[in-house]
């Protein structure tokens, strides 16, 4: 009864709008100027340069913005002489900002449990002056210290304005960073701190205890610099080996302060950072990039962007993963201010935000971010659920609303009396002030981008690159109001297409072409740390210009901008011959509210696939108390044969709206209870599956599935 009043006002509703859409249809013509929006947005973006016989070469038309031949004038080609370029321009604007932290204070939870809380005042801001001085004499600390020039230094540290200083501090000094990210484990730290020789380490102080137990396992590490924490001092060193000289980053800074020691400053051709992927598959692999790679690319992101007085942009993104690194950097070079926050701080809600105060967010109001799929799948099944739990009139109201914003901006008309009405709330989560987000990492679906984009009020593009391409490849830009696309090929770079006969995608594929992903330009790796073999095989040089194989499969549209449709390693053939892309599979299925990760697996000699599904930890008891089961624990609920039946069906039905085919829908699933982060080991720090690592872990409920 209440699906068909439901219908009813919905109905009513629109013919009301329709009304009035008539009527102000006029004022918004000249207001939002759609036709200028429209064909902008028809434009063609990239153009066939090269073709053969089993390949495609793309080439964007994008130029370059006033700023990109500034740095080109100035001969800008090192991260060194960029902060100094910029210093020297911006010289007292904000540059890095951090929230400071006030106090630590108990707080009494409803079920009598204590939690520690933070107290947070304002953000603290550095100039550009300031942060180029903090840079300069942390590298000349690091000289004093004995580190000489070309010899690689790791930072193994959260994301905060201290990494952005020491990064450049080692970028005047021409000494090599080598960046772990935090959330990887004890093994692979080690590996990477091994491979490349590193004895110096710079960390923070909630990570210095974690880094003590790597020390038994790095046995050439001689010195330990940590980033002091606002309220707790180091009492004492007990634990440490013998040998280990502990140091304070602000004592780094006074040597440097009072040295004489001259910088040594990099050509473009050496190594600015040995970069170590968390990797999907075995251990992890040290990605060289030179200068000139980072300048590429940071030349690539200062045109794909227009930024706007009173911008801010929000670091939360690891630094360790080049596109973060980039991002800011950018931000910093076009005087746009970076606040520094953190998952336990970021909103009202977040954990360690004591109840009644404010999360770095709405303090800090940020109007750019840089963001990963898994964060903005989050957000979108997050909106899902409270629209879910509304009332009545009120979910009508937000359904109406959704539909109605979603056909306007189609056609390139705002809609600000909804935005304003509706989905400010949904604004307020983030500051109120964000307008756009740029998504890289990995595929974003397109009904995340779709929802996130609408609710949010903002522009969100999807970007596309790797470590080995430094981040860059293709990327959407404002006027493009497609959903699930990766843009164009940036300024220069050139993206090919070429025959993978094996999973047939080819370049004379109808209506469009596809095939595997190659990128070439100044963007590209020299290649894998000690690796010399597997650098043979995924890079090349073909008429003085660099390439890498990215194991993506792409499809391009008539305008010249691209989607990734598929991936090498991920495609898997049943008994009966069908081929099933294991990531395109999973990309939908965890679209399902209902579904915090899930694993697909596929095996050749079986004609079906099977899935690991980890259900969310506040979704699945709602889930069971609609089966009429209650009263079991989330552990409980995941062994449960009723639930996991009654989840193998949801899934199924979901697969079908996301026009699966049947082979591609799970026909057995598994329900885990384990949480699947970077920590656990069954992800990477950007959540990616390590398929190999979940298939060895386990391994018997695979079994077991294709034996039910």
Same mark, same amino acid.
């Given at each position: ?34 036709? @200028?929006?429209?064909?902008? &947005? ?43 370029? %910029? ?41 550009? @002056? ?21 010899? *690689? ?88 080996? *013998? ?106 809600? &977040? ?83 964000? $307008? ?67 999973? *047939? ?132 609920? %995941? ?16 697969? $079908? ?46 079994? $077991?599935?294709?034996?039910?």
């Amino acid at each position: 009864m209440e699906g068909i009043a439901f219908n009813f006002a919905l109905s009513s509703l629109k013919v009301i709008s329709f009304v009035l859409d008539v009527i102000t249809f006029p004022i918004y013509f000249i207001l939002d100027n759609p036709l @200028e929006a429209r064909r902008k &947005a028809k434009e063609v973006r990239a153009t066939v340069i090269d073709r053969g016989p089993n390949y495609i070469t793309y080439r964007g038309k994008q130029q370059p913005t006033e700023f990109h031949i500034e740095l080109l004038k100035n001969g800008i080609d090192t991260m060194a002489k960029m902060l100094d370029y %910029c210093s020297k321009k911006r010289k007292n604007g904000k540059c890095l900002g951090t929230r400071e932290v006030l106090a630590e204070e108990d707080e009494i939870q409803p079920n009598g449990k204590v939690y520690k809380k933070f107290v947070l005042g304002d953000y603290k801001w550095q100039t550009y @002056e300031e942060v180029n001085t903090l840079a300069t004499n942390f590298g000349r600390g690091l000289r004093e210290l004995g580190i000489e020039s070309r010899k *690689n230094v790791a930072i193994f540290s959260e994301t905060r304005a201290e990494w952005m200083i020491a990064a450049h501090g080692l970028f005047k000094q021409n000494i090599p960073l080598v960046t772990i990210y935090a959330t990887l484990g004890d093994e692979a730290i080690a590996h990477a701190i091994n491979e490349t020789e590193v004895t110096t380490v710079i960390t923070s102080f909630e990570l210095l205890l974690k880094f003590k137990q790597i020390l038994s396992l790095t046995p050439q590490i001689k010195t330990i610099i940590y980033i002091e924490d606002q309220l707790k001092k180091l009492d004492d060193t007990n634990g440490f080996k *013998n040998g280990i000289n502990i140091i304070k980053f602000k004592d780094v800074i006074e040597k440097g302060k009072n040295s004489n020691v001259g910088e040594q400053a990099p050509t473009k051709d050496d190594i600015a950072i040995i970069m170590y992927t968390s990797g999907s598959t075995g251990i992890p692999k040290g990605v060289i990039l030179q200068h000139k790679n980072l300048i590429a690319t940071f030349k690539s992101f200062c045109d794909l962007t227009r930024m706007i007085d009173g911008d801010v942009m929000m670091g939360y993104l690891p630094l360790a993963h080049v596109f973060e690194l980039l991002v800011e950097s950018v931000c910093m070079a076009l005087g746009v201010p970076v606040g520094y926050s953190g998952p336990l701080t970021l909103i009202d809600s &977040a954990s360690k935000i004591k109840k009644g105060s404010k999360g770095d967010a709405t303090v800090l109001r940020p109007t750019y971010m840089s963001a990963v799929p898994l964060i903005l799948d989050r957000i979108a099944k997050g909106i899902h659920d409270k629209v879910e739990n509304m009332n009545f009139i009120t979910r009508l109201l937000f359904r109406f609303a959704f539909e109605y914003k979603l056909r306007w901006q189609k056609m390139h008309f705002s809609t600000p009396l909804v935005d304003r009405i509706v989905f400010s709330k949904v604004q307020k989560i983030i500051g109120g002030r964000l $307008r756009m987000i740029i998504s890289g990492g990995a595929p974003l679906t397109a009904e995340t981008q779709e929802q996130i984009k609408t609710c949010m009020c903002i522009t969100l593009l999807q970007g596309y690159g790797l470590t080995e391409t430094t981040a860059a490849a293709a990327c959407q830009d404002e006027y493009d109001n497609t959903f699930g696309r990766i843009g164009a090929p940036l300024n220069g770079i050139d993206i090919k297409l070429v025959n993978w006969e094996e999973g *047939n995608y080819l370049v004379t594929d109808k209506p469009n072409p596809r095939g595997e992903i190659v990128v070439g330009g100044d963007n590209i790796s020299i290649g894998y740390y000690k690796l010399p073999e597997k650098t043979k095989e995924d890079f090349y040089e073909e008429n003085g210009r660099r390439w890498f194989k990215t194991g993506d499969i792409g499809e391009v549209d008539s305008d010249g901008s691209f989607r990734i449709i598929d991936r090498k390693k991920d495609l898997v053939k049943l008994q009966a011959g069908e081929y099933i892309s294991l990531g395109k599979v999973e990309s939908s299925l965890k679209t399902l509210p209902l579904v915090e990760n899930l694993c697909v697996y596929g095996d050749s000699t079986k004609n079906f696939c099977v899935a690991l599904v980890v259900p969310r930890l506040d979704e699945l008891p709602k889930f069971a108390e609609r089966l009429g089961i209650t009263g079991m624990s989330f552990e409980e609920l %995941c062994d449960d044969e009723q639930v996991r039946k009654a989840v193998t069906e949801a899934l199924a039905e979901h697969g $079908r709206k996301c026009k699966l085919h049947r082979f591609e829908i799970p026909t057995v699933v598994k329900l885990i209870s384990e949480i699947w982060d970077p920590e656990s080991g069954l992800v990477t720090a950007a959540f990616k599956l390590k398929r190999k690592d979940i298939q060895e872990r386990y391994r018997n409920e695979i079994k $077991r599935m294709y034996s039910s």
